[in-house]
């Protein structure tokens, strides 16, 4: 490429030591591209006043879609030309992030003849991102991809992509198949994703157990956290060969958040009406230890990053749901409360917020739920609370009801 | 060539072509796995088939052409399937054992680098910094860089007490799950946002700037058309910035990183948690923020000599006490620790049952 040679000391110095180098990758995309070229120059710059350029997103995409392409501008166009339109495209990956090298090679042909040749992969919310095009090779890029069976993920106000962990593909762990909901979802809200009508993003992260691999519970308005409800089976025989290279009491029996496993030498037992399935002994005795009985998940949801009134962690909502294709029950569930966020709340509040202004009960009501203890840590602690004049004819009825009986219900 | 015929809302393709046949095979049906060691290990299904993977560090940022390599080498090894990894490793999968070995003597000629398996630190979950950024308030990409050179043992070989899972925000919008990492770099503005009064009137909407306020800090300027902010109130979050272009943040001499720890996403033995800030400021010192990479490896060390087996790092800190924390690390505590924003109930101490270092 013909480009303009930049002098980069400062980000050469990132090609040195052993991790591989994010600044070799945009150099070999610099010898096809003079996007790339600009952006290293760019970058250059950015290390050299210790400061970014990029201007905010402007409203850049496709015909009848609303996202999937987030508009990047340079403040210094300019002096870097190559830069002056970066646009970010989002393609829906696979579910569990699977490929094959034919693939993907043609995702980098169809990359390269129109794009900087940079890529993510993946980015944070799990779309393959292409860093870096312009906004008339837009409609062409999304012709190329679609044509051949690859379509846009989600940004701005809208379903973002879904992902999961790798699941039943690769794991013996997975309480229900997070590759198949996730495609099935993500087939199911089609429009959602694509056309921004929302309040502000929505996130659903499938992971098949507690290990939570994708990071549902820290970063999915909707956290689906495979669980189970039968024993934990045990195969002693192969607790005697773990008795070999670990301290079983220590590791295992010492730590178990409930203390529901005994162990004495020779025998493992559970105490399986006390255990929270928290993942800890069967991840450390895999071979030894698998859950038994019916598989499903645990609904959780809000979670978040700080912006705007700090982070979430998850919440539970459902405690626990079958998961079985075609997922009517979720999908439903879903549809109810995308209706009362669309109701309750303001532009750019997430759900997780929305639930903390509105109330969990005015939540839960709307979408159907009872509530129960396994949502709480604890109980509320402050006096401060509603009662309807429902509330009332129920407590009164209870009350009714004891004077017939004699006997008091709690 | 003529461009192809769009079509619209057809979905991702169905993940099941891109399955290798030993894993349509055991689908669901696995019984266990072991570690081998920190770049391989091996799945074993009720069938008794075996799968190999082998796991490679990657920058996240890739050329097209690194894609085609590991495709090749996919191609070759592996009867052309591959995966990724949520925190942007390469898999490469191998049902036939005689493939192993070539495979991974061929990755390491092409200067790829296997590792990031169980107990030891795996590839940082970052944002696009300077790099791709309008928000950024760091570079993401070079500072992961510079720590993983310098962390680059615990990837491929030495091994800690459990996981520790780093992460990079170039802001505190935190994309991706970095408040609740075991250390995390958070880059932080540290400055109130100038305001550009003339454009600010043609190009935000009033109403929205007030409301994208966290804190309340935000009010209307009748006279200039604009907005006024309280700098008593302003926690440099950037939301205004974000929703209004005319506000302005960035700051070279002034925009930095803090660095929080202690928080994890999976539910092993405790609930998840949040990562509770330690450092509050470091300067951005490009290309290689050497202070920050020193703070990590000495907090990765501490850890590492005190805590006990199976114990991620918040797990340890909360049996030992955040005070204990805070002198075994020789870290000085800054109001900067204690919470003024929406966690102060949860967080303050209301017993005297505290240890005194």
């Not at chain 2, 590792?115 to 500072?143: E, F």
Request: glycine content about 8%.
């Amino acid at each position: 490429m013909a480009g303009k040679k930049y002098n980069t000391p400062l980000i050469d110095d990132l090609e040195k030591g052993p991790w591989p180098s994010f600044v070799t990758e945009m150099k070999k995309a610099a010898k096809k591209s003079e996007m790339s070229n600009d952006a290293l120059g760019h970058l250059e710059k950015c290390y050299a006043t210790k400061k970014g350029y990029w201007k905010h997103g402007g409203i850049v995409g496709v015909l009848g879609y609303g996202g999937g392409v987030i508009g990047r501008y340079s403040e210094l166009g300019d002096e870097f030309p190559g830069v002056a339109h970066f646009h970010t495209v989002r393609i829906n990956q696979p579910s569990a992030f699977f490929y094959t090298g034919k693939a993907l090679k043609e995702i980098c042909d169809i990359w390269d003849k129109y794009g900087s040749g940079l890529t993510n992969v993946h980015g944070s919310t799990g779309d393959l991102v292409l860093l870096g095009t312009k906004t008339e090779h837009l409609e062409n890029i999304f012709a190329e991809y679609s044509s051949r069976g690859w379509d846009l993920g989600g940004s701005g106000s809208a379903l973002r992509t879904p992902s999961c962990c790798v699941g039943p593909a690769r794991c013996e762990w997975s309480n229900y198949d997070t590759l198949d909901l996730t495609y099935n979802l993500t087939q199911e809200f089609q429009d959602e994703l694509h056309r921004p009508s929302f309040s502000y993003k929505f996130k659903i992260k499938s992971s098949g157990c507690a290990c939570d691999c994708v990071a549902a519970l820290a970063r999915a308005d909707l956290s689906i956290i495979g669980t189970w409800k039968g024993d934990i089976k045990i195969d002693q025989a192969e607790v005697k060969n773990y008795a070999k290279t670990m301290d079983i009491k220590a590791e295992i029996v010492d730590m178990c958040p409930t203390q529901c496993i005994s162990y004495d030498g020779k025998e493992m037992k559970i105490n399986n009406k006390e255990c929270s399935r928290c993942m800890h002994c069967i991840t450390k005795m895999t071979k030894a230890l698998r859950p038994s009985g019916e598989r499903g998940a645990t609904l959780c949801m809000g979670s978040k990053a700080p912006i705007v009134v700090g982070s979430l962690l998850s919440w539970v909502i459902v405690p626990f749901i079958k998961l079985e294709a075609p997922y009517t029950e979720l999908k439903d569930l879903l549809r109810k409360i995308w209706d009362w966020w669309d109701e309750n709340g303001k532009p750019r509040e997430r759900i997780g917020e929305v639930i903390e202004i509105k109330g969990m009960r005015s939540f839960l009501e709307a979408i159907g739920v009872a509530p129960q203890p396994q949502q709480v840590k604890e109980p509320r602690k402050d006096p401060f609370m509603f009662y309807t004049d429902e509330d009332m004819a129920g407590f009164k009825a209870k009350e009714a009801e004891e004077k017939k009986t004699g006997k008091y219900k709690f | 060539m003529a461009i192809p015929q769009r079509k619209t809302d057809v979905g991702p393709p169905h993940y099941k072509q891109f399955l290798p046949p030993v894993i349509q095979k055991n689908y669901g049906k696995w019984k266990y796995h072991e570690v081998i060691n920190p770049g391989t290990m091996v799945h074993v299904g009720e069938s008794g088939d075996k799968l190999w993977t082998v796991r490679v560090a990657s920058p996240r940022i890739l050329a097209t052409d690194t894609i085609r390599e590991q495709c090749d080498i996919a191609e070759k090894y592996c009867d052309g399937y591959l995966r990724y990894t949520t925190r942007n490793n390469v898999e490469f999968l191998v049902s036939d054992e005689k493939k192993l070995e070539p495979l991974k003597k061929e990755l390491t000629a092409k200067g790829f680098k296997m590792g990031g398996i169980g107990y030891g630190i795996t590839n940082v979950v970052h944002t696009q910094g300077w790099v791709h950024c309008h928000g950024a308030c760091t570079d993401a990409s070079g500072l992961v860089k510079a720590m993983m050179d310098e962390l680059y043992e615990y990837f491929d070989s030495k091994r800690l007490p459990n996981k520790v899972r780093l992460a990079v925000a170039c802001c505190v919008n935190m994309c991706g799950a970095v408040h609740c990492s075991d250390i995390a770099v958070v880059a932080v503005h540290t400055k109130v946002p100038q305001i550009n009064h003339e454009t600010f009137k043609n190009m935000c909407e009033l109403p929205t700037v007030i409301g994208s306020c966290p804190t309340r800090a935000i009010s209307p300027d009748p006279a200039k058309k604009s907005i006024k902010i309280n700098a008593e109130k302003c926690m440099y979050c950037g939301n205004c910035f974000t929703v209004c272009p005319p506000i302005s943040i960035k700051d070279p001499e002034r925009d930095g990183v803090a660095i929080v720890v202690g928080g994890k996403i999976n539910s092993l033995r405790t609930n998840p948690k949040f990562s509770k800030l330690v450092i509050p400021y470091i300067s951005n010192v490009p290309p290689r923020w050497p202070k920050v990479v020193a703070a990590i490896k000495h907090i990765v060390e501490v850890y590492a000599k005190n805590a006990k087996k199976h114990e991620r790092i918040g797990e340890w800190i909360e049996r030992i006490g955040w005070e204990r924390f805070f002198s075994l690390a020789n870290i000085d505590f800054t109001f900067q620790s204690i919470d003024d924003f929406t966690f102060m109930r949860d967080t303050m101490r209301t017993a005297s049952t505290f240890k005194w270092s």
